[in-house]
């Protein structure tokens, strides 16, 4: 199999979760996001939003400190042709968008944010890694074994 | 601004032009041809130009890149790799050039691929840029040549250090020693400025060397999504990473490399008479003399060809099945693949 690496690339790394149980079948996933543009201008409703389960939530709430926010990009490459990267950052820029819930909050920018709007933020934990992941995508087909690389339906 | 290839520049300080001028004297199979090719050059540049194009590309471009590692000198200033689809069939076969010296520089790529594809490969390149610092542009202003060594080529990559300041790039190609060199220089730039007593050859016979030694290069040879990276002889022809991280179509490459028997690739085939042009529908079938299944044919011209053969038959009598006509032909290993490679 490939191995996908998931370098972050501003703020700090994201902190190892403590080991935990593995991951609960059936675990209800309801989100309810507000996600807006920051700044005074209207958001546009036709570049989506991203939703953010309760666990990514919780997550967040546990290691984000002071302004920090998860931020999701997409890149080009990754085994299918497209990849998620997850960091941890401060600084907002004009064409990021930003969905918050319960405290928690996740920022896209808006060429990202074609690749994933519909999509959920979800925390997963198994016995063999605990991670951010990006799940439902309604964008994405066929993706790689360890779920960080995905191809896109056209 | 002159570009020398690695080692044997510094090595070439007791060339002289008599030296050069011997070597290329005399046309025929014996002296040297520089063949102008019909490649396109697209230009990438930007801050994030290599880690870009390592994720698109079967080999590892840090190779290239001058980063934390060796000087700038030492580095190779070619690198050959695929860009692959999501299947993990290839796509476009590219060589990598690079331009710039240092790591202070901003890093400047040149890559050449099929003069067919430049369109198609710079909006799949661009598909894939999202938002990373890089400039894809084509490159009309300069030329792209083979230089490759006849027969009795001798001692040709210190003769050929010394050039003049109009050549880019001159380089071993980085494929295999048997395909010479490449050479880049500005559009309309005269060769024997660049390399004295060099004569211009027949672009025909640039192929049928490739045909003869079995080296495919572009889209009739690899034709994209149709062609496997590891059956077109990517690894023996420094074309792929197996330690470096993601990128497009790597897991069923990674997978036949680790887990898998390649039992089928590219060779060149001779054939016993030579064959009208495009007369062979490329996928014709190749058969042992009882009639089994041995391969299909990929491309050529004349009586020299590649074919996609199973290794277990390439010692056997074959035959072209062609329109109800059987025409013999033999296969061979080339003599640049590997020792190991036997089987």
Known sequence: GSWCPAPLCRGRALPRPPPGPACAVGRPLRWASSFSQPGPTESDPSEGQVFLSES??????????????????????????FQYKFSLDTVINPDDR????????????????????????????????????????????????????FSVKF | MLVRAGAAAAAAAATTVPGLRRLWRGGGSGAAACFPLGRALVDVRGAEAAPFLQGLLT????????GDGPPAGALPRALYAHALNVQGRCLYDVIL????????????????????????????????????????????????????????????????????????????DPRTEVMGWRLITKKGVNLSEIIPGSRIGNIQDYHRHRYKQGVPEGVKDLPPGVALPLESNLAYMNGISFTKGCYIGQELTARTHHMGVIRKRLLPVHFSAPLPKDSIPEGAEISTESGKSAGKFRAGGGELGIALLRLANINEPLCLNLAGDKVKLTAGIPEWWPKTASK
């Not at chain 1, 709007?117 to 360890?146: H, R, T, W, Y």
């Not at chain 2, 080999?59 to 890149?65: A, E, G, I, P, S």
């Not at chain 2, 610092?133 to 792209?144: F, H, M, Q, T």
């Open chain 1, 56 to 81: 990514c939530v919780k997550r967040l709430l546990e290691i984000t400190e002071g302004s920090e926010f998860l931020r999701l990009q997409v890149e080009g490459g990754g085994c299918s042709g």
């Open chain 1, 98 to 149: 930003q969905g918050q819930r319960g405290g928690a909050r996740v920022v896209v920018d808006v060429d990202s944010l074609a690749f994933v709007k519909g999509s959920m933020v979800d925390f997963s934990q198994e016995l063999i890694c605990s991670s951010f992941q990006v799940v439902s995508n309604p964008q994405a087909e066929k993706g790689c074994s360890c779920g960080t690389s």
């Open chain 2, 59 to 66: 080999n590892d471009v840090t190779r290239l890149v001058a």
């Open chain 2, 97 to 172: 050039y690079r331009l710039h010296e240092s790591p202070e520089e901003e890093p400047h790529i040149l890559l050449e691929c099929d003069g067919g594809v430049l369109d198609a490969i710079q909006k799949h390149m661009k598909l894939y840029k999202i938002r990373r610092k890089v400039n894809i542009a084509p490159c009309l202003d300069l030329s792209l040549w083979a230089v490759v060594p006849g027969e009795r080529a001798g001692d040709i990559a210190s003769s050929l250090t010394k050039c003049a300041d109009q050549a880019l790039i001159l380089t071993p």
